[in-house]
């Protein structure tokens, strides 16, 4: 039998990730997927994993053979467990590696990429701690910070090495999954448990992060909201999204972006409502295209609606009682925001 290179990614998919950068996470992956079952290294030696967060963490792919392991399909939940998902990591190394005894070699050091584009939203300094301090470290931690919002404080405590990658175009993306697909062969034809990808050409877009001092990102919580809106006409939710305004208090909005109809499913995460005085500008429904969304008084979701119907009588899409709808932002109500 000989030794597997077990390779774990965890991908985050909160609501951050939706529309194009999680297609461009699918589409990186099938494509290292090829790449790997091409290379004769890969094919004997890695072992593949993939870990999904979001409100909750799931293994959707236990480790296995590269051959074995289908292309995943990807979907958007509220919320970023990173904890849950190094907790679920480490019990796979635990559960699931050959370990070394006098007979056998065991597995090689796995290797861990986590991808992410936020802040954890939950405990994750406990499990991070558990993974590092098992006996001399578990694994050897790779997280890419990708955009803006990647809390490099949070990751530096997390990972061995970060890195940053600035833009979460699908261009960027696919970028990175031809760095990982590249490390990840590389590793394979000549495994190591000293392993350091840092020797491997990054690929344009990506940078590493200098560990000792790193981008300082701590404020992230307050640099976003988003907001879930009911469509009026189709009853399809959909997710707001404000960036705060680098020149004045507040934020603006940036866009409007249609949520896949099982987003809900396990429950919402919610955060602190927020001051709508503070938000500022609008996206059209993305479903039906009315210019305005509000809150409802009764049920306190908020729904898009279309700007001449005010002074006339609605019905609220969510809990259907009768509303008369003044403007938002004229009131100073609050709704309800979710950080992804
Ligand atoms: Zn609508
Ligand atoms: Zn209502």
Request: with cysteine; glycine share 6%.
């Amino acid at each position: 039998m000989s030794r597997h290179l077990p390779v774990y990614l965890l991908l985050d998919c909160s609501e951050s990730m939706v529309g194009p950068p999680l297609d461009a996470v699918e589409v990186g992956v099938h494509s290292m997927l090829q790449a790997l079952k091409r290379n004769p290294y890969a094919l004997e030696t890695v072992n593949l994993s993939l870990i999904t967060f979001d409100a909750k963490a799931r293994i959707i792919q236990p480790l296995s053979d590269v051959v074995s392991v289908a292309p995943p399909i990807l979907s958007i939940k509220p919320g970023t467990a990173l904890g849950a998902a190094l907790t679920l990591l480490r019990e796979s190394i635990e559960r699931d590696l050959v370990k070394t005894t006098r007979e056998v070699k065991g597995d090689w050091r796995p290797l861990v990429f986590i991808l992410t584009d936020g802040s954890p939203t939950d405990d994750w300094r406990g499990p991070a701690d558990r993974l590092k301090n098992a006996k001399s470290s578990l694994a050897s931690i790779y997280a890419i910070g990708c955009g803006e919002e990647a809390d490099f404080t949070i990751l530096n405590q997390v990972a061995d090495v970060c890195i940053h990658m600035a833009s979460l175009s699908p261009e960027s993306l696919a970028k990175l999954f031809v760095w990982l697909s590249a490390s990840v062969q590389s590793m394979s034809s000549a495994p190591d448990d000293a392993i350091d990808l840092r020797k491997i050409p990054l690929e344009k877009g990506l940078e590493l992060v200098d560990q000792a001092d790193p981008p300082n990102r701590s404020s992230t919580a307050d640099r976003r909201q988003y907001l879930h809106v009911m469509c009026c006409r189709t009853k399809r939710f959909y997710l707001l999204r404000y960036v705060q305004d680098p020149f004045n208090h507040g934020f603006v909005c940036q866009d409007a972006v249609p949520l896949p109809d099982d987003f809900f499913s396990e429950g919402a995460v919610k955060s602190p409502p927020i001051d709508a005085n503070l938000l500022n500008g609008s996206a059209p429904c993305p479903y039906c295209h009315n210019e305005e969304w509000a809150q409802c008084g009764f049920c306190k979701h908020l729904f898009c609606f279309d700007p001449s119907s005010v002074g006339m009588k609605l019905t609220c899409p969510v809990c259907e009682m009768t509303l008369t709808m003044s403007l938002d932002g004229g009131g100073d109500f609050s709704v309800d925001g979710s950080q992804g």
